[in-house]
C-alpha cells in the first residue's frame, strides 16, 4: 500500500472552452517510484486519447471542450497498490 500522502494532489481548474487546461499532480513517494494515471467521473482516462496528454503528473487538455468538465482523481500506482487523490474538479464555461 502506498501509505504517503501525494506530494501535491490535484486542485480545482475553472477555464473557458477552448483553452488549455493543466491538472497537475505529485505522487507520494514509494519505491518504485509510482506511476501516474488519471480517472474522470471514476473512469480511467487513455492516454491514446488525442485531446490530451498525461506527462510525469500532469494531465493537460489543449483545448477543453464542456464535455471535458468533471472530477478528476489522480491515481499513483506502483508494484506494492494504488491511492487515488482528492478530487479536483474542472469546471467548463
Known sequence: VLRDD???PPG?????????AVLEC?????????????????ARL???D???TI??????L???RKSDAGVYVCV????????DSEPAELVVF
Open 76 to 83: 499513483a500506482t506502483n508494484v506494492v497498490g494504488e491511492r
Open 6 to 8: 501525494f506530494r501535491q
Open 55 to 60: 506527462r510525469g503528473g500532469k494531465l493537460m
Open 12 to 20: 480545482d481548474v475553472v477555464v473557458a472552452a477552448g483553452e488549455p
Open 62 to 64: 489543449a483545448s477543453t
Open 26 to 42: 505529485v505522487p507520494p513517494r514509494g519505491h518504485p517510484e509510482p506511476s501516474v494515471s488519471w480517472k474522470k467521473n471514476g
Open 50 to 52: 488525442e485531446h490530451l
Open 46 to 48: 487513455s492516454d491514446k
